[in-house]
């Protein structure tokens, strides 16, 4: 056991208030007494103020030898559009075991993207008593991965159109004098970078001079064929009006037009990458083999073919280190990348995770948060996060609601900006146990990764002590290994408590049976097969319709060798159908899949199973008019 100097004393309020005034009140440690407290050395900190610092990768060294942390996964049921408070359940779990149990935890979370922060659903530091401070720095610039994924993924962007101008406008004699320009002497020479592509065409010559006709065109020409190209050009803003735009409107263009668009930062492939890299050359590699299109001869090209890759990585170099923050009670967190859910995996970074459980060491534990509901975030966290991490969970906390119960039982529609409707404000013991039908497929599926499962019931105020009761009662006899209340949204740390023992106690369970841990499928099974495992195991559904393009789509990654990927499913969060309007635990439905997408660098298929969007627009009334500074202290009100 550690006992934890620096926590700090809560003194919960009654009514809790919003979450910016709790977060202002607060005064953090300073970040290097938490990382010192830790064990983490001077050296092995890049400070970024006094209440925030980046990790070096360093520490992955120093600390090889020293066995890893418990590994606890935070998932939800199938949530209401208004959430089920993963994140609060995520910083209040840590703060238990680490301000009141004692244990060394760090807590692993993703950097919110700006778009929610100021569209409408708000930051995503945690709330109430259970958050990441200081908040607005958490959930506004940090320190600046996000911007640094924007100009990454521009530059690739960049990159293409310039490539398809200029072959469009020269000769291959001319490319190739201009890709590789003669010094003085009238010598030519590759780049470094340049040996990836001819490799790819089995070219061993290193004088550009020496190029028969056939090769010195397969070298210079990537011959894009404009209608394969995916990769669009990110903001991390919500603004519906770039999801589709022309690009070459200028005279200077020459009429290379183009339709295209943009998407929001956290949907970029780079992040994905940068989430699920393991040090710096695994990232370049990722980077470099990052599919962007397709050639008139069905080629892929990827970024290293483009010439980009190396420059991306010495963007990205910096992001690659996983940021240090606090709790409310002085416990640390690492924030590390923020994937999409849906089209990405949805998790915070594997190295963030690689670290905090070397630094807590064998009786100290990582909490770290999977995105949506446990049929989405937590399936992912298992098959493509561990997969690639090499890391085993010994514990699944699903967190639910009576709310999210209620609506999963029949009860009204939840829309988020509207009030909820009385079922939600009443007793109803029956709706909570129909929807807990919700809850059981969600434990059984966690269960098939042969990983314990932990209930979390999130109160709200008008939960009442039977419906709790009916929870507690269906959650084990779904085999939950236990369901406790928590209020840490209302007490911080202190109403974790039970939760937190209640996990202590499956992680030791896990430790007699260490190699209980599997995944849903073998890597090696055809795509449709992998994809087919997921909607039926999972989701319950019957069957799956692949359309027309889909099947394209999977004959072309076969014949490419992209088959042995890992799939990553987008469909709503909101069901586990893929019609948002089905709740409850619906069977033998079946799932369209629209379309199979590929993300080669982050190394996943992901196949579409509904509309998805990947830039949102702003509703009618957005976050931000709740926002402002306050000129005095210069601090920000009105984040949540």
Same mark, same amino acid.
């Given at each position: 056991?550690?006992?934890?100097?620096?926590?700090?004393?809560?003194?919960?309020?009654?009514?809790?208030?919003?979450?910016?005034?709790?977060?202002?009140?607060?005064?953090?440690?300073?970040?290097?007494?938490?990382?010192?407290?830790?064990?983490?050395?001077?050296?092995?900190?890049?400070?970024?103020?006094?209440?925030?610092?980046?990790?070096?990768?360093?520490?992955?060294?120093?600390?090889?030898?020293?066995?890893?942390?418990?590994?606890?996964?935070?998932?939800?049921?199938?949530?209401?559009?208004?959430?089920?408070?993963?994140?609060?359940?995520?910083?209040?779990?840590?703060?238990?075991?680490?301000?009141?149990?004692?244990?060394?935890?760090?807590?692993?979370?993703?950097?919110?993207?700006?778009?929610?922060?100021?569209?409408?659903?708000?930051?995503?530091?945690?709330?109430?008593?259970?958050?990441?401070?200081?908040?607005?720095?958490?959930?506004?610039?940090?320190?600046?991965?996000?911007?640094?994924?924007?100009?990454?993924?521009?530059?690739?962007?960049?990159?293409?159109?310039?490539?398809?101008?200029?072959?469009?406008?020269?000769?291959?004699?001319?490319?190739?004098?201009?890709?590789?320009?003669?010094?003085?002497?009238?010598?030519?020479?590759?780049?470094?970078?340049?040996?990836?592509?001819?490799?790819?065409?089995?070219?061993?010559?290193?004088?550009?001079?020496?190029?028969?006709?056939?090769?010195?065109?397969?070298?210079?020409?990537?011959?894009?064929?404009?209608?394969?190209?995916?990769?669009?050009?990110?903001?991390?803003?919500?603004?519906?009006?770039?999801?589709?735009?022309?690009?070459?409107?200028?005279?200077?263009?020459?009429?290379?037009?183009?339709?295209?668009?943009?998407?929001?930062?956290?949907?970029?492939?780079?992040?994905?990458?940068?989430?699920?890299?393991?040090?710096?050359?695994?990232?370049?590699?990722?980077?470099?083999?990052?599919?962007?299109?397709?050639?008139?001869?069905?080629?892929?090209?990827?970024?290293?073919?483009?010439?980009?890759?190396?420059?991306?990585?010495?963007?990205?170099?910096?992001?690659?280190?996983?940021?240090?923050?606090?709790?409310?009670?002085?416990?640390?967190?690492?924030?590390?990348?923020?994937?999409?859910?849906?089209?990405?995996?949805?998790?915070?970074?594997?190295?963030?995770?690689?670290?905090?459980?070397?630094?807590?060491?064998?009786?100290?534990? *990582? /909490?770290?948060?999977?995105? !949506?509901?446990? @049929?989405?975030? &937590? #399936?992912?966290?298992?098959?493509?996060?561990?997969?690639? %991490?090499?890391?085993?969970?010994?514990?699944?906390?699903?967190?639910?609601?009576?709310?999210?119960?209620?609506?999963?039982?029949?009860?009204?529609?939840?829309?988020?900006?509207?009030?909820?409707?009385?079922?939600?404000?009443?007793?109803?013991?029956?709706?909570?146990?129909?929807?807990?039908?919700?809850?059981?497929?969600?434990?059984?599926?966690?269960?098939?990764?042969?990983?314990?499962? *932990? /209930?979390?019931?999130?109160? !709200?105020?008008? @939960?009442?002590? &039977? #419906?709790?009761?009916?929870?507690?009662?269906?959650?084990? %006899?779904?085999?939950?290994?236990?369901?406790?209340?928590?209020?840490?949204?209302?007490?911080?740390?202190?109403?974790?408590?039970?939760?937190?023992?209640?996990?202590?106690?499956?992680?030791?369970?896990?430790?007699?049976?260490?190699?209980?841990?599997?995944?849903?499928?073998?890597?090696?099974?055809?795509?449709?097969?992998?994809?087919?495992?997921?909607?039926?195991?999972?989701?319950?559904?019957?069957?799956?319709?692949?359309?027309?393009?889909?099947?394209?789509?999977? #004959?072309?990654?076969?014949?490419?060798?992209?088959?042995?990927?890992?799939?990553?499913?987008?469909?709503?969060?909101?069901?586990?159908?893929?019609?948002?309007?089905?709740?409850?635990?619906?069977?033998?439905?079946?799932?369209?899949?629209?379309?199979?997408?590929?993300?080669?660098?982050?190394?996943?298929?992901?196949?579409?199973?509904?509309?998805?969007?990947?830039?949102?627009?702003?509703?009618?009334?957005?976050?931000?008019?709740?926002?402002?500074?306050?000129?005095?202290?210069?601090?920000?009100?009105?984040?949540?």
């Amino acid at each position: 056991m550690s006992t934890h100097t620096n926590a700090h004393k809560l003194n919960p309020q009654v009514p809790v208030p919003p979450d910016f005034v709790i977060a202002s009140a607060a005064s953090p440690i300073p970040i290097h007494k938490i990382a010192e407290e830790y064990g983490i050395l001077p050296d092995e900190l890049v400070s970024y103020g006094t209440s925030k610092a980046k990790l070096k990768l360093d520490i992955l060294d120093r600390l090889k030898s020293q066995e890893n942390g418990k590994y606890v996964v935070i998932t939800a049921i199938t949530p209401t559009p208004l959430g089920e408070g993963k994140s609060t359940t995520t910083v209040g779990l840590a703060q238990s075991l680490g301000a009141h149990l004692g244990l060394k935890t760090i807590a692993t979370l993703r950097q919110p993207s700006q778009g929610p922060t100021f569209g409408i659903k708000g930051g995503a530091a945690g709330g109430g008593y259970s958050q990441v401070i200081p908040m607005e720095d958490f959930n506004l610039h940090l320190t600046g991965d996000i911007h640094a994924i924007t100009a990454a993924n521009n530059l690739l962007a960049a990159a293409i159109e310039a490539r398809m101008f200029h072959e469009a406008t020269q000769s291959d004699a001319a490319l190739l004098r201009r890709l590789c320009p003669p010094n003085a002497k009238g010598e030519q020479t590759f780049s470094p970078i340049m040996f990836r592509r001819l490799k790819k065409f089995g070219i061993d010559k290193t004088d550009p001079k020496t190029l028969t006709e056939e090769e010195r065109r397969k070298f210079v020409r990537l011959d894009f064929d404009p209608a394969t190209i995916t990769w669009k050009r990110v903001m991390d803003t919500n603004d519906r009006f770039l999801r589709e735009i022309t690009v070459g409107e200028a005279d200077t263009e020459e009429g290379h037009k183009r339709k295209t668009g943009f998407d929001i930062t956290v949907s970029s492939e780079i992040m994905a990458v940068l989430a699920l890299s393991t040090n710096l050359k695994d990232l370049r590699e990722k980077l470099g083999a990052m599919v962007v299109g397709y050639s008139k001869q069905n080629e892929p090209i990827n970024a290293d073919d483009l010439g980009v890759g190396g420059a991306l990585a010495v963007l990205m170099k910096d992001a690659l280190l996983p940021t240090m923050m606090q709790t409310l009670e002085g416990t640390p967190v690492l924030v590390h990348a923020g994937p999409f859910a849906n089209i990405a995996h949805g998790n915070c970074s594997v190295l963030s995770d690689m670290i905090g459980l070397k630094v807590v060491g064998k009786d100290g534990f *990582v /909490v770290t948060e999977a995105g !949506f509901g446990a @049929d989405i975030g &937590a #399936e992912k966290f298992f098959d493509i996060k561990c997969r690639y %991490s090499g890391l085993k969970p010994h514990c699944a906390v699903v967190v639910c609601s009576i709310r999210a119960l209620k609506m999963h039982g029949g009860g009204p529609k939840v829309v988020a900006g509207t009030p909820l409707a009385k079922e939600y404000n009443q007793e109803n013991v029956e709706l909570v146990r129909k929807g807990c039908e919700n809850l059981r497929r969600h434990i059984s599926n966690i269960k098939k990764f042969g990983v314990s499962v *932990v /209930v979390a019931i999130n109160k !709200f105020t008008h @939960d009442t002590e &039977a #419906e709790i009761s009916a929870v507690v009662e269906e959650s084990l %006899s779904a085999g939950a290994d236990a369901a406790e209340l928590c209020t840490h949204w209302a007490n911080g740390g202190a109403g974790a408590v039970g939760l937190a023992n209640a996990v202590l106690k499956a992680c030791q369970k896990k430790e007699a049976e260490p190699d209980s841990f599997k995944f849903l499928y073998d890597l090696n099974l055809p795509i449709k097969e992998k994809i087919e495992k997921i909607a039926k195991d999972i989701y319950g559904a019957g069957n799956v319709e692949f359309s027309e393009k889909a099947e394209e789509q999977i #004959e072309r990654y076969t014949k490419l060798g992209f088959d042995k990927l890992p799939i990553c499913m987008a469909k709503t969060h909101l069901s586990f159908s893929g019609n948002p309007e089905l709740k409850g635990a619906p069977s033998g439905f079946s799932l369209p899949v629209k379309e199979v997408r590929a993300s080669i660098g982050a190394g996943f298929l992901y196949p579409l199973a509904g509309t998805i969007s990947t830039m949102p627009g702003l509703p009618t009334r957005p976050c931000f008019y709740d926002i402002d500074l306050d000129t005095t202290t210069g601090q920000a009100v009105g984040l949540s």
